[in-house]
């Protein structure tokens, strides 16, 4: 793997840690480029969720990433031959290939020293190092990550077992590295090493330092998704562990996607966030509405603000953020099944531009929901993908601009503060 | 004419035989100047220009203008029962071409209700669609949904699935919550009979739907920007049939469905119905046959004289996987399509068949509902794009050859086709050989 064609060039770093640039020789022939702090494009088997073609590219500033999750399937890709991007019909875009699907559940004790399993529509999915690279070969993507033992993410994991997943991942690595190297259908494809090391802090240092050893093209911080720890613990090993890492290569948090923990990983030194969130809301009859302006414009910061709602009591904040269940909604955003929206004829979010908030209301999104009509998980997907974003653009503008604390309160609400009234 | 200058040419030519069947110095045309004027007179918001009339069958092209705008007939609307097509967005349906589809008054009238409609500006600022809409009388419904529903000359009496409560449904009533929602096309309430069902209670329902009719037209409180039609009833019995058709056809009401039919009867008699209501209906009015969609009933119901046609059809059978093509349907989700790499129909040009094959279809079946919606955006192609081949057929005078080619297409031999195509095509003077 002589040297890896993906480049990252940062204009920006605050206070030696978050830091701002531009992904630049993503896909084969490399002319495509990813802004960081940035999120993937998350899809099921090469499909937003719910979109089609048409419904996908109402949507602009779309991720040139799309990330797939794809243990099944393989079978087929093996026939069609020509990988599976042209099998997708995705033609404009990077292709990362990761190993789980971060939005669903992995059942943990399916894990061996040779083995890791995976979750398909058919059931588990057992890989060794060899099926693994087997199905990249088919697969074809731009990028993927290495196999990796990422079993760590429960409480009261010892840290013996800690320590055995941290080396198991290195040996992956390795392995995986050494079929990569002697396969010609993989030239020009790159490679992320995985960090495990559970919260144990000495471990995530070690795993760290060693998977920077190696010829990778970047990093997947593991085992650190929301629910696993909280974001104190988070993001102390965030920092121990890009201290060890080089400075020119992305750094890709896996299972974290709720705007409070992005900021707070966004600033401890993450580049790369998957965007299973919007998709999660979506699924849960839920429209994404925080506040992300810090734009300076008073004429847009005395209109309403582009998110519609500032913490009124319209969203419901469910307490502690570490013990939330994933499918639980949480205050960044509304649920419009909520009897108050029948007869509320504004769109999702004020001054939003995305497709639903300029065609619909609130009150035809809470009758399709209630009627359980499928245009309601095309329209809030529509409009949630927009809005996260549009917080990342507000993320990457904070940084350029010395406003990452003014995002902050924006984001997590200036409780007290500007009420929108209903009505 | 060359071929490849045809084709150039295809709109043009099609402008110029409607002009030419419409300045035709036949007496025929003039008598229909005539009736048009009449109808025109009493100011009712439609207006149907005869394109093309087949010279074999009792086919036509028409363009039916409608309020919100013109739609090209023979036509096939979708059903967005709840105010919405199946996951697809108004703009894609709008993509399709799709000039006119339907909204369930039942269905609406209880979630959200009329109320909360009129205040999102109708139906159709409520889902927000720029184009025509057609709402049934919610009768239909009730009485095949609602189990504990009762019929007196007042109304349909049934109980409110979601709270319980005794709700009577009368003529006006439905006309009422129709002017809410605000379509372009009503339909009165009539009183619907399975049409496997004999003897006294045929010709009650009969003659109950020509006074609720009337009851209806009274009640319209739109009737200068909405449209209410006629159902003709009468099961299947000719003479019932014959009955109404001479009642309702003495009213000046814009447009006339033919009803009671599609419920299970055998398609012997069905066809029957249908071309006695079209050889009895004013040749000036569009003529809705209801709840007919399969591609072959189309196909046959143009060429008997029909206009409009609804079914649900289509867009539910998308949902189980299951695509419409020239030569029947293709279950995506079969086995045997799991490694096919062609696109569903090769020869469709619908944003489905342009990007995804067989295969991957499949395959995402397995992994989100998209797939779903990539079938019925498809289905709803189809459907419109047969519609569209039929009419420049008849434009083009080739209606009867197109009967032909398609016939062939859609069943593997001779002996595949259903008697009842055969024979009603035949009373139409095509013959398949
Ligand atoms: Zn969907
Ligand atoms: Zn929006
Ligand atoms: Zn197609």
Known sequence: ?423 | MQPSIFSCLASYVHYNMAAIVECGADSNTAENHMSLKKALSVASPLSLRIIAECSVTKARACDLILPHSAVSTPVFMPVGTQGTLKGITVDQLEGLGCQICLGNTYHLGMRPGPDLIEKANGLHGFMNWKRNLLTDSGGFQMVSLVELSEVTEEGVKFKSPYDGKEILLSPEKSISIQNSLGSDIMMQLDDVVSSTVTGPRVEEAMHRSIRWLDRCVAANKNPHKQNLFAIIQGGLNADLRKACLDEMTRRDVPGFAIGGLSGGEEKDDFWRMVTLSTDHLPREKPRYLMGVGYAVDLVVCVALGCDMFDCVFPTRTARFGSALVPWGSLQVKHKQYAKDFQPIDPDCQCPTCKRHSRAYLHALFKSDTAAMHHITIHNIAYQLNLMRSVRQSIVEGRFPEFIRTFMKRMFSSRDQYPSWAVDALASVNVTLE
Request: glycine fraction near 8%; charged fraction near 25%.
């Open chain 1, 1 to 423: 793997m002589a040297g890896s064609r993906i480049k990252l060039e940062l204009s920006r770093v605050v206070q030696g840690k978050s830091r701002l640039g531009v992904l630049k020789g993503l896909g084969r022939t490399g002319q495509h480029s990813l802004e960081v702090p940035g999120c993937l494009l998350y899809t099921h088997f090469g499909t937003v969720p719910h979109l089609t073609q048409d419904t996908l590219h109402t949507l602009s500033n779309l991720s040139s990433v799309t990330q797939v999750t794809l243990a099944e399937h393989q079978e087929v890709l093996e026939e069609f031959k020509d990988g599976f991007k042209k099998f997708a019909g995705l033609h404009d875009t990077v292709l990362y290939c990761s190993l789980h699907d971060p939005a669903a559940p992995c059942p943990p004790g399916y894990t061996t020293n040779k083995t890791v399993s995976v979750w398909g529509s058919g059931g588990r999915i057992e890989l060794t190092v060899a099926k693994f690279m087997a199905l990249q070969k088919t697969v074809r993507p731009d990028w993927y990550q290495s196999m990796a033992d990422g079993e760590t993410w429960q409480s009261n994991t010892s840290r013996k077992r800690v320590r055995k997943s941290v080396d198991r991942t290195l040996a992956h690595l390795d392995e995986c590295l050494l079929v990569h190297q002697n396969s010609q259908e993989l030239q020009g494809v790159e490679v992320f090493g995985v960090v495990e090391g559970g919260d144990i802090l000495e471990e995530r240092v070690r795993s760290a330092r060693e998977t920077a050893k190696r010829p990778v093209a970047g990093f997947c911080l593991d085992g650190l998704q929301t629910g696993s720890m909280d974001q104190a613990l988070r993001t102390q090993l965030i920092a121990a562990m890009t201290k060890e890492l080089p400075e020119d290569k992305p750094r890709l948090l896996q299972g974290v996607g709720r705007p409070d923990e992005v900021l707070a990983c966004a600033e401890a030194g993450v580049d790369l966030f998957e965007s299973f969130f919007p998709f999660q809301v979506t699924e849960r009859g839920c429209a994404l509405c925080f506040n992300f302006d810090i734009s300076p414009d008073p004429e847009r910061a005395g209109r309403a603000p582009p998110a519609g709602v500032v913490n009124t009591g319209e969203t419901q904040p469910n307490g502690d953020v570490t013990l939330d269940d994933q499918t639980q909604m949480t205050s960044f955003e509304i649920n419009l099944k909520d009897k108050r929206y029948q007869d509320d004829f504004r769109p999702l979010v004020g001054g939003c531009g995305c497709y639903c908030c300029q065609n619909h209301q609130r009150a035809y999104l809470h009758h399709l929901l209630v009627t359980n009509e499928l245009l309601a998980g095309v329209l809030l997907m529509i409009h949630n993908t927009a809005h996260y974003n549009g917080f990342f653009s507000a993320l990457r503008e904070a940084i350029a601009n010395d406003k990452l604390d003014l995002l902050k309160r924006r984001v997590l609400g200036e409780r007290g503060g500007q009420t929108e009234r209903k009505e």
